[in-house]
């Protein structure tokens, strides 16, 4: 794993419903914004009852949950009400 990632993510809005959290850190030389979200794809929720978190980097003004995102982790939920 990322060293880097380790510690806070700050909230930082909504995606699809859900509440999202942000952290800066660096990546291959280079300062990146990194993005905590839970999914909502089908593929996701067909194989998880309640969707996955995910960490990602986006692109600049891209959205999380996409093909152009960079993923590091994901991992499933275990309850709906758990985020």
């Known amino acids: 794993g990322l060293k880097d990632l380790n510690g806070f993510?700050?909230?930082?809005?909504?995606?699809?419903?859900?509440?999202?959290?942000?952290?800066?850190?660096?990546?291959?030389g280079t300062a990146r914004v990194f993005t905590l979200y839970r999914s909502r794809w089908k593929e996701d929720v067909a194989s998880c009852a309640f969707g996955r978190w995910n960490i990602s980097i986006c692109p600049v003004n891209g959205q999380p949950g996409t093909e152009e995102e960079v993923k590091f982790y994901d991992a499933s939920s275990l309850k709906s009400e758990m985020y």
């Open 9 to 28: 993510f700050r909230y930082a809005g909504y995606h699809n419903e859900r509440p999202m959290y942000c952290r800066t850190a660096q990546f291959e």
